[in-house]
C-alpha cells in the first residue's frame, strides 16, 4: 500500500529559522515512535536562511494527523507559532510508491 | 554534520508516469547501497498523474552525483529519458539538518 508523503515549508521571522529548526528537531524525537511514522525529517533552505522544510512519510494521512496529539507535540507547536513569519502555507502531499532508506 | 537533499519532479509524457516510477524504483535498489546513501524515495504527484517526485538524502552532493555511475543506473536513466516531457527541472536543494527515520 502506498503511503503518505507530506513535505512543507515552515518560514520563520528573520533570525529565528535555527530557533524554529531546533523546535521541530525536538518534534521529530517525540513523533518518531508514533504509529506509522517513516520519517520525520528537517532541512535548512538552501537559500532563504529562515526557511525550514518538514519531509515526513507516514503510513497513512490519519496517522499524520494523529501526530499532533503526541504528547509535548502541542507545547512544541505553540513554541513554534510566534515564530513564524505569517501562516504556514500548506505542504505539498505526496502518493509514497517506495524507494529505499524508509523502515 | 548536515547532509544533502534533493527533492525534485520528473514529468512523464501523458500516460508514461507509471512506466516512469518504476524504473526510479528499480534505480532506487540500485542506488541503496550506495556510499553515502540515505534514502531514495519515489512518489506519485497528487494532482499531476505524470509527475513522479524523487526525494533523496544523501551524506554529500558528492556521494550523490556520484550515484549516477553505479552499475546499471545509467541504463535505467537511458529508458526513463524518452518518457520525459521537456527537460527535468533542477530539484529543491536542502540543508538536511536531521530529524527521524533514516538510517
Chains 1, 2 share one sequence.
Do not use: R
Amino acid at each position: 500500500m502506498n503511503k503518505y508523503g507530506l513535505h512543507g515549508k515552515l518560514k520563520a521571522t528573520s533570525g529565528n529559522g535555527e530557533k524554529l529548526a531546533s523546535i521541530l528537531l525536538e518534534a521529530s524525537k517525540l513523533v518518531s515512535t508514533a504509529p506509522g511514522c517513516h520519517l520525520y525529517i528537517i532541512s535548512k533552505d538552501n537559500v532563504d536562511e529562515n526557511a525550514v522544510w518538514v519531509t515526513e512519510i507516514w503510513d497513512s494521512k490519519e496517522d499524520h494527523d494523529n501526530s499532533l496529539l503526541v504528547a509535548g507535540v502541542k507545547e512544541l507547536i505553540s513554541q513554534a507559532i510566534p515564530l513564524l513569519d505569517g501562516k504556514p502555507e500548506k505542504g505539498q502531499e505526496l502518493d509514497v510508491l517506495g524507494g529505499a532508506g524508509i523502515k
